[in-house]
């Protein structure tokens, strides 16, 4: 079973900037694409970005170009940037593992942090 511990999350207020970071076991790290979604209250999760091991990278249009995603394999760290944030963006972020960035939605899973943009 996958570790992947979420941190970062918390209260931000519109136009602001956030930084979520996801730890893994290195064992996960070094063989698995990485990514984000999240799910707001009422609504189906969605995916927001994902990195592969060599670092190729993709995103959902909803975040192209305020959010950006990277990967310390060293440390066995992934972040999410997060600026220019919105009440839309108000959701529960979780981080994800799996063999490839297509199939992100069907590995492992963190537990979630909470982002809430809000004046």
């Known amino acids: 079973q996958a570790q992947l511990v979420e941190s970062g999350g918390g209260l931000v207020q519109p136009g602001g900037s956030l930084t979520l970071s996801c730890a893994a076991s290195?064992?996960?790290?070094?063989?698995?694409?990485m990514g984000w979604y999240r799910q707001a209250p009422g609504k189906q999760r969605e995916f927001l970005a994902g990195?592969?091991?060599?670092?190729?990278?993709d995103y959902a249009d909803s975040v192209k170009g305020r959010f950006t995603i990277s990967r310390d394999n060293a440390k066995n760290t992934m972040t999410l940037q997060m600026n220019s944030l919105k009440p839309v963006d108000t959701a529960v972020y979780y981080c994800?593992?799996?063999?490839?960035?297509?199939?992100?939605?069907?590995?492992?899973w963190g537990q979630g942090t909470q982002v809430t943009v809000s004046d």
């Open positions: 290195e064992r996960i790290f070094s063989d698995y694409a």
């Open positions: 990195i592969a091991v060599g670092g190729r990278t």
């Open positions: 994800t593992a799996a063999r490839a960035i297509a199939t992100l939605g069907q590995g492992y």
